[in-house]
């Protein structure tokens, strides 16, 4: 116990300002658990174990948890951005961290502004067919490719500089031991469910195999995403 109690250099102290300390907990509240987490739904969940695809199609269960804790992270994110303006600072050869830190909130904030700025979505049940999504147009095949680009790159930056923050606070080694394991079965989970093909392309999983939709016409946007539907089927609505 001693040993995980004990801070990572032991030359060093665990001293850190309130306001610091508040900024460390909700930046890893954040881009440790809830925005990877929103990852994980967003992903593999668009077609969920039970759903019988496709003749229920848009299910909204992953819409509406990744919704919910990618603005529950980003609410988190500027809580920690507020304790860290208005704390006094970590001293010491903080740039890594400093330059991993700024550069995780740039990327999450383009997150942010590149969804609102996404277009519409259209499509068969909306009140107009016509739609950035639905008809798979440059500003949404643009939005996508950035959207999935940027998000893996802010994960990596995220762990980048979450590490270098608890070695500049110091901190005790229970805390890196346990967001190690955390990141461990985070990414067991990821590896499993894409050997399993849970990685289903958004538009299928939303209006279906049928080719009589327009974006079924192109290949799926992301790495080792899948369209499990075979050409030619009709689905119906599932409800809303």
């Avoid at 990596?156 to 955390?182: E, K, Q, S």
Wanted: aromatic share 12%; glycine share 14%.
């Amino acid at each position: 116990m001693d040993f995980w109690l004990a801070p990572l250099d032991p030359a060093r102290p665990h001293l850190v300002d309130a306001a610091i300390a508040w900024h460390a907990r909700l930046m890893v509240l954040a881009w440790a658990i809830l925005l990877p987490l929103g990852v994980i739904l967003a992903r593999f969940y668009k077609i969920t174990p039970r759903q019988d695809w496709p003749s229920r199609c848009d299910n909204r269960f992953w819409w509406i948890g990744h919704l919910v804790l990618q603005y529950a992270g980003g609410l988190a994110m500027l809580g920690g951005l507020a304790m860290l303006l208005a704390g006094p600072g970590l001293k010491g050869p903080g740039h890594l961290h400093a330059l991993a830190g700024w550069s995780v909130l740039a990327f999450g904030g383009a997150q942010f502004l590149g969804g609102w700025l996404r277009g519409s979505r259209g499509g068969p049940g909306e009140p107009s067919l016509r739609g950035d999504h639905y008809d798979m147009t440059p500003r949404r095949i643009l939005f996508e490719w950035l959207h999935k680009s940027l998000g893996y790159i802010a994960l990596a930056l995220a762990v980048l500089a979450i590490l270098t923050g608890l070695w500049l606070a110091n901190a005790p080694r229970w805390m890196p031991a346990l967001l190690g394991f955390w990141w461990a079965l985070w990414l067991f989970l990821f590896i499993r469910m894409q050997r399993q093909g849970r990685a289903v392309d958004t538009y299928q999983a939303i209006w279906g195999p049928s080719p009589h939709h327009p974006g079924n016409a192109r290949k799926p946007i992301g790495w080792g995403i899948r369209r499990p539907g075979g050409e030619g089927r009709e689905e119906t609505r599932g409800s809303r």
